[in-house]
């Protein structure tokens, strides 16, 4: 992971603590560890951060903003006016990704720091509330969208989850998860 460059940004150090947090849980986010990753010192750290607290929440945020928000934003800018075809797209997104990475596992099992704790909620609300508005732009009243919004996140973090403790009961291929993603929307949109 060593950087080509001698100048860390503060992003370089969050993405090196997301890499160590999803192999190794919050307690792999250690300083001198990540320095040694990235080839630099404690020093560079200290330049851009006051403390590993500090690293932690620039992570945990990274995280945030990679995981919900952009995906979100990359469902809308495909500007596809069918809100099921949407739902098709962004439930195949996350499904590949959860499929794929460990970092949803590793932030749920480190849910107990105050920090982690508020951006896990702050992103299970919105993924929520978008895959609801989805839901809503489908036809559905409010609260039938609320629910299949509910279920559909709880979806993903089962997938996540499986794909950390039993990846061998999931879907191997993309075209397999593709026929898994149909058989969900097909479910939730009876």
Do not use: C, Q
Not at 35 to 40: I, K
Not at 145 to 171: C, Q
């Amino acid at each position: 992971m060593v950087r080509a460059s001698n100048r860390l940004t503060a992003d370089d150090w969050a993405d090196a603590a997301l890499v160590a947090l999803e192999a190794g849980g919050l307690a792999a986010v250690a300083v001198e560890p990540l320095a040694r990753d990235l080839g630099a010192t404690k020093g560079s750290f200290y330049w851009h951060f006051k403390n590993r607290e500090a690293l932690i929440e620039a992570a945990v945020l990274r995280w945030e903003r990679r995981g919900t928000e952009e995906v979100i934003a990359a469902i809308e800018d495909a500007r596809l006016d069918d809100p099921v075809e949407r739902l098709r797209r962004l439930f195949e997104k996350v499904i590949e990704h959860g499929a794929t990475h460990r970092i949803e596992t590793a932030l749920a099992a480190s849910a107990d720091h105050p920090t982690v704790a508020a951006v896990l909620a702050r992103v299970g609300r919105r993924r929520i509330e978008y895959v609801t508005a989805l839901f809503e732009a489908a036809g559905f009243a409010p609260a039938p969208a609320r629910h299949r919004a509910v279920i559909s996140v709880s979806m993903y973090y089962g997938m996540t989850h499986l794909a950390a403790t039993a990846a061998e009961a999931l879907p191997r291929t993309r075209e397999e998860r593709k026929a898994l993603v149909a058989a969900a929307l097909e479910s939730l949109l009876a």
